[in-house]
């Protein structure tokens, strides 16, 4: 039993069951004896408020309860109740001992040790107050249900923690919830008008027309795939305890639409007065002609200043091909079960210091379709397709809002899926989806649980932000997560006449991070994060970020070589200097961000028909050698990043590029993150090509960039 | 001083057609680009059908026929093979030196964060005399115009089993 420390006379002679504690206000009075003043939410500890009639005041009285807490001291706030006023809440460790972890009836019992008058306090997802979806979002608490009717029920305890996260503070003693946070939504138009949305919508005022301008049903009867915007922001920030839905991570952050079929450079994004946080569940898959845009650079560059992170979708590419090559080469991608598709080409998908997803489904590995990549920073969940009428094996994918519009006029992602069709159930999931998944639906996990770190430290610079997620996700090395391991993958690439390493699976960096190309460094745990956030300046590495790093910049000239005509080149990159002030030669500084440039990559022309096209910037030519085409990068550390790896396809032209434009390409490794680079040191860049790379033209612009913080 | 390569050709003139005024204001250059700065209008997908008259161009899968422009649009640039065309946006993103006040006296600009800036300007003219000015001006690190090809990024979600 819990029970208050004083105690309140007994009047009753009898035990009295009433079926529920009455919702009224006010002082309790009648014969009333427990009046709920405002509901609270078992999920994250926010108390129940409610006030006992006055005639049950005496301190002869005992008040318990069977699961919860009662006390007359706010347990977020610390404020002393008054006269009557108590508090009722379930402690966080008390969750996990339920019976059943989404819902009970507590039993609150007036006593005066002999007698007792009980009430009954129904909690949980089906709760007037409570969210019924809640249940099916496996995402925030796996408990391995399968309502979908998938083949495959998720793996109890594979979720993003954030109950946890829910349960701690902020500075000013709210729960940790996303309140007072502002997040952009760069997407399909979100429907305004959903019922989990509503609430939550901000409207920056002198906003433009593609600024929440809603979800029309003419546009999602021509496109179902409209919807999107809406599933992503249900995963971000879906009101909580409104007898609704689901819930959000971050459940009373404020959301912001920008439609992205405007243009989406929209500079009022770089305001931190209106924006804190961007997602992008977009990508723009190609390296040239509109993919390229140095505009998108310096909007990037303005957020990044202003400290606002920009969290992005790492890509659905791990087993196809977008650029239409697929006809130039076999894809051998697929038979070996590595990347097809290497990501770092338009911009948009090389923005630096953009924090990239990539994604995990119920069963606690990645999914099937997530790219992979050097430039991965984390991951998050998404699951895979959910109920497929194929009749394939299958497993969960994410529970979210999709519109406000009954199923029926449009094209409903989850048509004649037992999930929609259940009767019992349809009111309740009509205007909700069981399908929404790809690295769309794992970024908002991210921004999520960045919408709380920033909640629990409004100051927080996008250094501090990618440190914070680095350093608490899990890895294949946290206890309970070491199915997230697999074996590096070789083979053996006859046009090489070797085995290459094409995949190089979990390893520690020279400081002792431990990364993957799969996971970059981990799937986020909020909780973990939240604290970190909270306890920012007592980490070194952290307080540290609090400054936005410098740029230095290798100069040594002529730095490549290739000992057989360019089919293997290595570039040595060092003599580093401060980009803004060259004569500074920094003594050594602690990597925070990698880019290399490789704007001059080139072929050269010679008898092979397949090397002199991609020379000549023939697609097919750049098909066929790019595909076997690798890059890798060996810091002053030893740590080895798979950048580019054989058989992912790349649609870059150095040829054509050069023509486009004199600006870098900058592709990026998070390998290196937080390792020191001394003033003598060097990183081995290595290419490695079926046809020779121009040697002279890569000599005249490769150049490593890093954002650091030199060394006192 | 970074500038797209393709659009330093805009920045001068080969040959100006004189115009009518319900004209074209045209640029015709020398490497199979035509500018238009004037009487161009944007239709995206669903106002294009039926459409066949009056068209200038493509503009990812929408179309520029003649009339009336929106406010901040001051060019479209078309190319001979229709490939890439994008439209000129009255918007220049400025980035200055650290710790460098770039921007000179006489031109308005918002600025964005501790290094970059944004400059409007009203009209195709003005935008290049700008990019040429800031060419020129100390401290200036990065001079980006703002480019609108008409193409929508790639959502990513996926689907299978349907």
Redesign the interface.
Known sequence: MNSVSSKIPLLLLATAVLASVSACGGSGGGDHPISRIESGDMFTGKPYIFRIAERYRAPEYELSAKYGVITDKNPVTGEQAEDGVYYYYVPENTLNTLPYFYGFTEEITISDGEHGLVEFLELGTDAENGDPLFTDQWHLKNIGQNPFSVTTSPSKGKDLNVISAWHLKDSNNELISGKGVKVSVL??PVDVNHEELKARMYTPSGAKSYVNSGLTLKKLQ?SA?YA?GT?VAGIIGASASNGKGGRGVAYESSLTSYD??S???F?EM??KAVNNVVNA?????YSH??GF???L???A??????GIPFIK?A??EFDEV?FSHSNYYPLTCKDLNVNCQFNQTSS?NRGRYFINVSALNSLGVKSS?SSVGSHVWVAGFSG??G??????S?SAAIVTSLSSYLPEEFSDWDKNVPWRTEEAYYDKRKFYTQ???????A?PMVTGVTALIIQAKPDVTVPQVRYILAKTSNNDKTEGWEPLAYDPIEAYVSQYGENITLENAWHDNASGLRFSNYYGFGVVNAAKAVKKALACDDDAGCKLRSELPEVFISTRANPCESPDGGLTTVCTLSDFVNA??PGEVPEAFEIDNLEINVGSLMYVANSESDCTDAANDSKKGVARVNNLLQISMTSPGGTESLIKSVYANWDFSGTLFK?????PFLISTSDFFTEMVPSTGSFKLKIRSICPIDVDELNNSVYVQIDGYALD | M?I???LMSALSLFSVTACASDAQMMIRESNGTTVYTDNFKVLDA?EKINKTEGILGTL?DRIVISGTRAPDHIAFVRHDDE??N?II?N?L???C???TECIPDDIAA?K?????Y?ITVDNYEEWKSVQERLRNAVGVK?V??????G????????????
């Open positions: 997407d399909t021509k795939d999107h599933c992205y079929d243009g989406f450079f500079n770089t305001d569940s977009i990508g723009w898959d002609g509109e845009d140095p505009n650079e310096l909007w560059q303005a957020m990044f200043e202003n979708a890509g659905n977008l948009l379709y895979e397709f109920y497929r009428k194929d009749g394939k299958s399908r929404m998944n790809g690295t769309s639906a970024t803004d002030n023509q486009e434009t004199a600006d | 970074k797209k390569t393709v669903a990812g490939r890439n994008f946006r918007i993103m400025i980035q030196a650290k710790d918002r964005l964060s501790r290094s970059v944004e990065n980006s115009p703002s480019l609108y090809y193409v929508k990024p790639s959502l990513k979600n996926t689907k299978a089993g349907e």
